[in-house]
C-alpha cells in the first residue's frame, strides 16, 4: 500500500484559532542550508519554495510525530488543543 493511500485513512479536524506548528525566528529559518524539516517530514508538511525564500506548512497532513521539532530548534510543536489535530480511523 503506497503511503497515499494510507495518509487518506486519517482525518484531521483544524483548528480554526491557530495551528499547532509554527516557525519561530523566521528570517533565521531562511539562511539555515539544509531545511531538515522539508526531508524528515514523513508526510512533507513543509515546502521550501527557493524563489521566494519562504517556508510553506501544510497543517492539516500532519500525523503529530514530533520529528520536524527534533531536527529544527526553530519549529514550535505542541499538541493541539482538545479535539482538534489528527484522527486515525483504524487505530
Do not use: Q
Not at 500532519?62 to 520536524?68: A, I, K, P, Q
Amino acid at each position: 500500500m503506497r503511503i497515499e493511500d494510507k495518509l487518506y485513512l486519517i482525518g484531521y479536524k483544524v483548528d480554526e484559532d491557530g495551528s499547532h506548528l509554527e516557525v519561530n525566528k523566521k528570517d533565521v529559518c531562511k539562511k539555515c542550508k539544509n531545511k531538515a524539516c522539508t526531508f524528515v517530514c514523513p508526510v512533507d508538511v513543509y515546502k521550501y519554495d527557493e524563489k521566494e525564500e519562504k517556508l510553506s506548512i501544510n497543517y492539516d497532513a500532519c500525523v503529530e510525530c514530533g520529528t520536524c521539532k527534533i531536527v529544527c530548534e526553530y519549529i514550535e510543536w505542541r499538541y493541539p488543543r482538545g479535539g482538534f489535530g489528527v484522527a486515525y480511523k483504524f487505530g
